[in-house]
């Protein structure tokens, strides 16, 4: 296998929005992705990027992908949130996964962060078995918290 890590390209987001729609369809919310390509590349690759995407290639092929942007954390500093971490079902357990949160991490490290977070879904055991096996702590008392869109359209409506 030919693996190559790298930073992502404007020209591989219509990639990269392929793996994001088959992870949706994994954890069970497969009409739930709204970006598109333009939103990935505006983005990802304007004046003030929002993001920093890296892509694992095999034989010229996108088949991962790990997409991660600061935070900020009152309690530590400077933080890296990762978004997604996305092996192509087909390429699952060839390390893929394990090259890309390498990188992530080697991001992370050069950039002086003192923490490294993301979400796991509580039912995806072979995710959270393979984050703790590189040292993660995965938080299982913790819940995540999110306002979408509708439901800041609706807060700010009562302000």
């Not at 069970?28 to 990802?44: F, I, N, P, R, Y």
């Not at 694992?56 to 009152?74: D, P, Q, W």
């Not at 003192?114 to 702590?137: Q, S």
Request: contains cysteine.
């Amino acid at each position: 296998m030919n693996l190559t890590i790298r930073n992502a390209t404007k020209q591989d987001m219509p990639q990269v929005l392929n793996l994001i729609h088959e992870l949706a369809v994994f954890e069970k919310e497969a009409d739930a992705v709204e970006v598109t390509v333009s939103d990935l590349e505006q983005d990802g690759f304007g004046e003030n990027p929002a993001f920093h995407c890296f892509v694992a290639e095999v034989n010229n092929k996108i088949e991962g992908m790990a997409l991660v942007y600061f935070r900020y954390s009152t309690w530590k500093g400077k933080a890296l949130h990762l978004e997604d971490l996305i092996v192509s079902e087909a390429m699952r357990g060839s390390g893929i996964g394990s090259k890309l949160l390498d990188e992530v991490v080697k991001y992370g490290y050069s950039l002086g962060v003192r923490r490294i977070n993301w979400e796991v879904l509580d039912w995806n055991e072979p995710a959270i078995i393979f984050y703790e096996k590189n040292g993660a702590n995965v938080m299982r008392d913790w819940n995540v918290v999110h306002l979408n869109e509708q439901a800041i359209k609706n807060y700010i409506s009562k302000l």
